[in-house]
């Protein structure tokens, strides 16, 4: 079973410019989530679909970041414009109406690096 | 809010000796995850832990879980270098939007 694919595995921009990061959960998972991991914390939580619709988007910084997910499948986060304080690891992870028994597997995630 | 709280931050150990890592998290919960972290590499799941009282072990690991205390604890026995990494616990909030919320994570050293 292929995994979480993310892309890129790494970006580098300067502050105030925009990036966007994809993800290809499992095939068939319905429920995908990002996660913002900054350097010496734990994964935080930004966004969650199921499906193609917004379950939890309450930690997400709506003036910048945006998040889609069309036909239930791929998904796309974006920052625009992008601050320092936005350098970190995005996670992707997905999970299927099963997640109690299958739990939920991550992505190898996307490093952002601003400067 | 469901908080999740992990303690050491930081733990520095010799090869062969024990230790154990507290997970506290502040909301009802029956399910919680340990993971493991290499640097610049993504999350490994190590244990699932769905009941109170649920113990697992793999290796030199063993995770478990008292609901009642909302307490985990992954315990690490003769510990060896390969087992230096950072290690998460992260708590399933529940209800019918299912999400984990993630604790501060281990930094963990095994010096020979």
């Known amino acids: 079973e292929a995994g979480v694919a993310q892309s890129p595995r790494y970006k580098i921009i300067e502050k105030r410019q925009s990036v966007a990061f994809w993800c290809n959960p499992i095939?068939?998972?319905?429920?995908l989530y990002w996660y913002q991991q900054i350097l010496g914390q734990g994964p935080k939580l930004l966004i969650q679909?199921?499906?193609?619709?917004?379950?939890?988007d309450s930690q997400l910084p709506k003036d910048r970041f945006s998040a889609e997910r069309l036909k239930g499948v791929d998904s796309t986060l974006k920052i625009q414009p992008a601050k320092l304080e936005d350098s970190a690891v995005y996670l992707c992870a997905s999970s299927s109406d099963r997640v109690f028994r299958d739990g939920y597997t991550f992505g190898s995630g996307t490093r952002l690096t601003v400067v | 809010e469901l908080k999740v709280e992990q303690n050491p931050l930081f733990l520095s150990m010799q090869e062969g000796k024990n230790y154990t890592i507290y997970c506290n998290y502040s909301?009802?919960?029956?399910?919680l995850y340990w993971y493991r972290q290499d640097p610049g590499k993504s999350l490994e799941s190590l244990f699932v832990?769905?009941?109170?009282?649920a113990v697992k072990q793999e290796g030199r690991l063993m995770a478990s879980l008292d609901t009642k205390a909302r307490l985990s604890t992954l315990h690490i026995t003769a510990a060896v270098h390969d087992l230096s990494a950072t290690y998460f616990c992260a708590v399933d909030n529940g209800g019918a939007t299912n999400k984990l919320i993630f604790g501060t994570g281990t930094l963990l050293a095994v010096q020979p």
């Open positions: 095939s068939g998972h319905a429920t």
């Open positions: 909301t009802t919960s029956d399910r």
């Open positions: 832990l769905l009941s109170n009282g």
């Open positions: 679909f199921q499906n193609n619709g917004v379950v939890d």
